[in-house]
T-cell receptor, first 115, second 111 residues
Framework: KAGVTQTPRYLIKTRGQQVTLSCSPI?????VSWYQQTPGQGLQFLFE???????NKGNFPGRFSGRQFSNSRSEMNVSTLELGDSALYLC??????????????FGPGTRLTVL | AQSVTQPDIHITVSEGASLELRCNYS??????LFWYVQSPGQGLQLLLK??????LVQGIKGFEAEFKRSQSSFNLRKPSVHWSDAAEYFC?????????FGQGTTLQVKP
């Protein structure tokens, strides 16, 4: 069974631009969560989607948004990029929501650099 | 507040030596705890998890962890470290709708 895939793996943008990252979960998984990883703040939760509905959201500004499609694939969008948005963005999938006993499987991440 | 603390930012051990990575959590109810490992440029791989039952849990790659409620700890151990274990290790607790991670411990293995 294929793991979680994220595209693109690397991305370079300039301040003010917007970016869309994509995540394909493991087949059969209905939940997708997004995390931001930076050296200073570590791993921080962005949001969780289950069956096309946002179930939970972290403490990030409204510039960060996401969605989930009927095939469970998910995208996250960051508008008006700032230098501080440079990070590794990780996607994780699981069978159920984070409130279930199911573990989360992580993808390799998308490395976003904002210049 | 729910939180996870990994007191050691960086640890160096010799190959073949034993390893213990510390993790302390703050959580009001019964915690669901995880250890993940991240190699450079990679995502997170689950080593082991604790939901309930036996407080000593076995994971992949020869790792184990012990849940101690009285100490609010979930330390990761390995009896003999291999050079390929060099990576960053994250302890996490399942919070409300998300995983809450510690800051991570970087493991360096000396030949």
């Amino acid at each position: 069974k294929a793991g979680v895939t994220q595209t693109p793996r690397y991305l370079i943008k300039t301040r003010g631009q917007q970016v869309t990252l994509s995540c394909s979960p493991i087949s059969g998984h209905r939940s997708v969560s997004w995390y931001q990883q930076t050296p200073g703040q570590g791993l921080q939760f962005l949001f969780e989607y289950f069956s096309e509905t946002q179930r939970n959201k972290g403490n990030f500004p409204g510039r960060f948004s996401g969605r989930q499609f009927s095939n469970s694939r998910s995208e996250m969008n960051v508008s008006t990029l700032e230098l501080g948005d440079s990070a590794l963005y990780l996607c994780a999938s699981s069978l159920g929501t984070s409130q279930s006993y199911n573990e989360q499987f992580f993808g390799p991440g998308t490395r976003l650099t904002v210049l | 507040a729910q939180s996870v603390t990994q007191p050691d930012i960086h640890i160096t051990v010799s190959e073949g030596a034993s390893l213990e990575l510390r993790c302390n959590y703050s959580y009001g109810a019964t915690p669901y705890l995880f250890w993940y490992v991240q190699s450079p440029g990679q995502g997170l791989q689950l080593l082991l998890k604790y939901f309930s039952g036996d407080t000593l849990v076995q994971g992949i790659k020869g790792f184990e962890a012990e849940f101690k409620r009285s100490q609010s700890s979930f330390n990761l151990r390995k009896p003999s470290v291999h050079w390929s274990d060099a990576a960053e290790y994250f302890c996490a607790v399942r919070g409300t709708g998300k995983l809450i991670f510690g800051q991570g411990t970087t493991l360096q293995v000396k030949p």
